[in-house]
């Protein structure tokens, strides 16, 4: 059989919002020394898709110039490994990261170059391409954020924007280490933020007064997710910046968790517990790779429960 010499990708010919993401036509990729080529089943989209695209100056710091890809999460089958590549097969189910990259028909990464988001790892029996595709960038950061606050069972962590991609795995592995969690989210969140394991509780003004309410004994340790509201609650509430993290904003005194910094096996061990049904990835929509520009807009909305695939 011939193999296909054109593929699908979405591409960005200039920096902006989900109104110019277009699906081109481009050259297939080809592995070359040490890298695998992916045939892609499904892309997970992450707000850093569309941050780091909106406008130069920020593409710039993430290395992005024109024409740029777009995505970073995906899974799907290795079908073709360049010379020097040992542990993966043609075949192989794989999941990981792809900068900017990801919604195509088909990536190229190194598997054993250790940069995160330029990435395969194996996908566990058990775990859809689907999920698979959600779990790198949203997992790799939860995981790098409980790691700076270190949860344990004598915990009552607060946990802030705790319905969002990064917060599905956050929550759920502080309840796995044994914390209690209150979970910030709007009212609509509820019921979400209850079956995942926290306690739900109103973001806005007035929330360090209601987290009191929920947990008299107090409030051992916070991870903002969203801003900084979280941090100014948490701080009220009497928890040492030593055991306050953000991801998304720079406060003085608090450490900033990046997924880069996750540490090494965080993203297998993740994977391993969504095998073992311990840890479950709510799907908040699925969209044909044709509606990427629908997807986006829903992602970059940021009331999306849980995450949002593409489908290749």
Not at 1 to 8: D, F, K, L, N, V
Not at 72 to 95: E, H, K, L, N, S
Not at 162 to 188: D, H, N
Request: glycine fraction near 14%; hydrophobic fraction near 45%; charge should be negative.
């Amino acid at each position: 059989m011939q193999e296909q010499s054109r593929s699908r990708a979405v591409r960005l010919d200039s920096f902006g919002g989900p109104e110019v993401l277009e699906i081109q036509e481009i050259p297939v990729p080809q592995a070359g020394q040490g890298q695998v080529r992916i045939r892609v089943t499904a892309a997970g989209l992450n707000p850093m898709d569309w941050i780091m695209t909106a406008d130069a100056d920020t593409a710039a710091r993430f290395g992005l110039s024109l024409p740029a890809g777009f995505g970073t999460d995906y899974a799907g089958v290795i079908d073709q490994v360049g010379a020097g590549v040992t542990g993966f097969a043609p075949g192989d189910r794989v999941f990981g990261g792809a900068l900017s990259r990801s919604v195509a028909d088909f990536v190229v990464v190194d598997p054993a170059g250790g940069i995160a988001a330029n990435e395969a790892h194996h996908t566990p029996d058990g775990v859809d391409d689907r999920t698979a595709a959600t779990l790198t960038i949203a997992g790799r950061t939860a995981a790098a954020a409980l790691a700076v606050v270190g949860p344990g069972p004598d915990d009552t962590v607060l946990i802030g924007g705790a319905a969002g991609g990064v917060g599905v795995f956050a929550v759920q592995l502080a309840r796995l280490a044994g914390a209690r969690v209150i979970g910030t989210g709007s009212a609509t969140s509820a019921d979400f933020l209850r079956d995942l394991g926290a306690e739900p509780v109103a973001y806005g003004d007035g929330l360090a007064d209601r987290v009191r309410a929920l947990a008299p004994g107090g409030v051992t340790a916070a991870i903002d997710l969203h801003g900084m509201d979280t941090v100014h609650a948490a701080r009220e509430l009497g928890v040492p910046d030593g055991r306050i993290c953000t991801i998304a904003a720079q406060v003085d005194g608090v450490s900033s968790a990046n997924g880069a910094n996750a540490a090494p096996g965080a993203l297998e061990e993740i994977a391993r517990l969504v095998a073992a049904g311990q840890l479950r990835v709510p799907i908040a929509a699925s969209f044909p790779v044709e509606e990427i520009r629908r997807a986006a807009e829903l992602q970059a909305g940021r009331h999306v429960h849980g995450k949002i695939v593409i489908d290749l």
